[in-house]
């Protein structure tokens, strides 16, 4: 069953993905995946499919002191029965206060229904590293921390 595309449906289930990584839940992240869902990490790491993407996630929580994102949706558009949102986020590092600019990201997050649901197909994590333009990295770190500030209340 396919039900009318709503950006905020998509927006929900992004927002919901951040909130699963911050809270270290593998097994509820993967539960947002289609089943042959994909991920690109941060750091160039690939995993496919709704288990692999569990067990790595639980790996990375496992072995690694995770900071927490704070995300700002850019845009929602429909194609083809495709929902393709496309955001911005910002990390603290745990235990920090306050954002990190090196661990700024752009996230694109491509989805589709699954029974009335929608599910994560390709979650795509870039550094936003914007070489050269330091400038343009300090309006995204000061646009991501009023966000940081927002969620933290």
Do not use: C
């Not at 909130?19 to 991920?39: S, T």
């Not at 029974?115 to 070489?131: D, I, Q, Y």
């Amino acid at each position: 069953m396919v039900t009318p595309a709503r950006p905020d449906d998509v927006v929900a289930l992004y927002l919901t993905l951040l909130q699963r990584w911050n809270a270290q839940d593998a097994a509820g992240m993967a539960r947002l995946f289609a089943p042959m869902g994909y991920v690109v990490g941060f750091d160039g790491s690939e995993i496919d499919g709704r288990d692999a993407i569990e067990a790595g996630m639980r790996d990375i929580f496992t072995h690694h002191k995770t900071g927490s994102y704070v995300g700002k949706v850019r845009s929602v558009r429909f194609v083809d029965g495709l929902a393709i949102l496309r955001a911005v986020a910002g990390m603290a590092i745990a235990g920090q206060e306050d954002l990190n600019p090196e661990l700024n990201t752009v996230q694109t997050l491509v989805a589709s229904q699954d029974e009335g649901a929608w599910r994560v197909e390709l979650f795509h994590n870039t550094p936003a590293a914007l070489h050269g333009r330091e400038g343009a990295r300090d309006r995204l770190t000061t646009e991501l921390r009023e966000v940081w500030k927002t969620s933290r209340r």
